[in-house]
């Protein structure tokens, strides 16, 4: 039976009272969204925090809705669920829709958030784990310990980001707003991250409350994606490996830009590289096509090296990067996906 | 410790309980309606799943000072409203996994039939595609859930009212067919669950 720690709930209404809480309590407060990662993380005692403000209060952090200009804005604490089934994110980043339905399972996904997985803790297996067993290792780098159990002699925490949106939101650009004591800022959410497993994002303290997909470029091409996922079960789990595929193709089906992202490797999602070069100018189903798919998955292979860091074997998950990453492909430009073997 | 006002299973009920118990916590420890499993209690098993405004959520990881003002319904709470909603006997869905077997242990059966039962409301008909993905929130160790994904078809087709699709098991004498013998359950009390006084 797994308890969670004492704590105060705060139960704000708007934004600004949201962000007033976090800026008297600091460091003692945690944000609850979901909840579906903080409370077995509070309950593994990983968190400690005196007060919990809650963000189920605040309305108008709900929903998707489309602007003038074509943005689309996905409210923070839009279920994962509700994320899953939009029409207007599904035509602009069939990736992020793909990947919000993997997520973890159906009861996880109405109570888990965009929000809440966008900002999602990094995981190792060595610390999602009780305050007993972390004890009876001599606890780790990234909580109350000195040793790295994944690296031997490591002085830097590798505990991986597991947010499969993460990935998928890279490759359409997603512009992060986030609300702290001076207002609102718009974060690229390339620039969220770095490469800590201790803590990931560059940001502190502020809130975030939207998520933006910008507006396509009015070439011509139209957008193809897909999201692949490798994990132990059909549902629940976290990411082994994940990968997400944008291609914008012209009306020929001749590819004019890619891009491809994964995630569950290291501290953060990361973008592979050369991707876009080696597909630029590659026409859908052609034997070039073939060929161009074969060479990403084996540069894919040479940049992806897993770690023990999530549960499964790390030979295995290294020898599917190219198997996902060449499905996930062949996925997005036969308009299907996503891509899970189970 | 504050007073939470609580809507479950169609009851209004006051309890006193800390902002940090979930809602798993003050229904099994405080309200006595340990029908809600603790099995993992942390988002794992779906044991603990029960409907809050209709949706199966996992009460596990829900805190209970933050369910005011939503609907609540709990394993003992489906009968009642089958009743109340004009049914007799069981619920189909609980009398569908009793014909068919499809427990052993029963430890998720719970959770199971909240999940099948709101998928039932949402969507009527559902494929075996659809009936795995609604479950899949929800893990049986003992049965291997054959006769799970069956017992909701079964609720289907008689709904329906036609045959359901015979067992792997019987494929010739269709167990299922012309409503063969339902179990003789006694007509339960009208009000099998009054659990609106706490434990």
């Not at chain 1, 797994?2 to 139960?11: A, D, I, Q, Y």
């Not at chain 1, 089934?85 to 159906?106: D, N, Y």
């Not at chain 2, 998928?119 to 479950?135: Q, V």
Request: charged residues 20%; negative net charge.
């Amino acid at each position: 039976m797994l308890r969670l720690p004492k704590f105060e709930l705060e139960n704000p209404t708007t934004v600004a009272e949201a962000v007033a809480l976090l800026a008297r309590h600091g460091d003692d407060a945690q944000v609850i969204a979901g909840g579906t990662d903080l409370v077995p993380n509070m309950k593994h005692e990983l968190f400690t925090p005196d007060v919990v403000v809650s963000l189920a209060g605040i309305a108008e952090l709900r929903g998707v809705c489309v602007r003038d200009d074509g943005t689309v804005c996905i409210g923070a604490m839009t279920t994962l669920d509700d994320v899953a089934a939009s029409e207007p994110v599904r035509a602009r980043a069939l990736a992020v829709t793909q990947a919000a339905a993997l997520i973890a399972g159906p009861q996880l996904r109405r109570m888990g958030t965009l929000g809440g997985n966008v900002m999602l803790d990094t995981r190792c297996q060595w610390y999602n784990q009780t305050h007993f067993w972390r004890q009876a290792l001599g606890f780790c780098l990234k909580k109350d310990g000195t040793l790295c159990h994944v690296v031997e002699g490591g002085g830097k925490c590798v505990a991986a980001a597991s947010n499969d949106t993460a990935p998928a939101l890279m490759t359409v650009g997603a512009v992060l707003v986030f609300h702290g004591p001076d207002g609102p800022r718009e974060v690229p959410i390339d620039d969220l991250w770095h490469p800590d497993g201790i803590y990931n994002k560059k940001v502190r303290g502020e809130l975030l409350t939207e998520v933006r997909i910008p507006p396509r470029a009015d070439d011509g091409t139209r957008l193809l994606g897909a999201y692949g996922k490798l994990r132990e079960r059909g549902s629940i789990d976290f990411p082994l490996f994940g990968v997400a595929v944008r291609l914008d193709v012209d009306a020929n089906d001749t590819i004019q830009d890619a891009d491809l992202c994964s995630v569950a490797l290291q501290a953060r999602p990361v973008r592979l590289k050369k991707m876009a070069e080696l597909l630029r100018g590659v026409t859908l189903g052609s034997d070039a096509f073939q060929d161009a798919v074969a060479t990403c998955a084996a540069q894919a292979a040479k940049q992806c090296r897993p770690l023990a860091n999530v549960p499964g074997d790390a030979d295995y998950r290294h020898a599917m990067v190219p198997v996902y990453v060449r499905r996930t492909l062949l996925a997005a430009a036969a308009g299907s996906g996503p891509v899970h073997h189970i | 410790m504050r007073l939470q006002r609580l809507q479950i299973n169609g009851d209004r009920i006051e309890v006193a309980a800390p902002s940090h118990w979930t809602l798993l916590e003050v229904l099994r420890y405080r309200l006595g309606l340990t029908g809600s499993k603790q099995g993992c209690d942390k988002g794992d098993c779906g044991a603990c799943t029960v409907l809050i405004d209709g949706k199966p959520v996992l009460a596990c990881l829900t805190l209970s000072a933050l369910c005011e003002e939503r609907e609540i319904t709990t394993i003992e709470g489906l009968l009642p409203a089958h009743l109340r909603s004009g049914g007799t006997g069981p619920d189909p869905v609980q009398d569908a996994f009793d014909r068919c077997g499809a427990l052993q242990c029963g430890f998720c059966q719970p959770g199971m039939m909240l999940s099948a039962r709101a998928l039932l409301n949402e969507n009527p008909a559902p494929s075996r595609a659809e009936i795995k993905d609604a479950l899949a929130g929800n893990l049986c160790r003992c049965t291997g859930y054959t006769q799970i994904v069956q017992a909701v078809e079964l609720v289907v087709a008689e709904a329906a009212g036609s045959e359901p699709e015979p067992p792997a098991w019987a494929p010739n004498a269709n167990p299922w067919k012309n409503g063969c013998a339902k179990n003789g359950h006694e007509e339960p009390p009208a009000r099998a669950t009054d659990n609106g006084e706490g434990a």
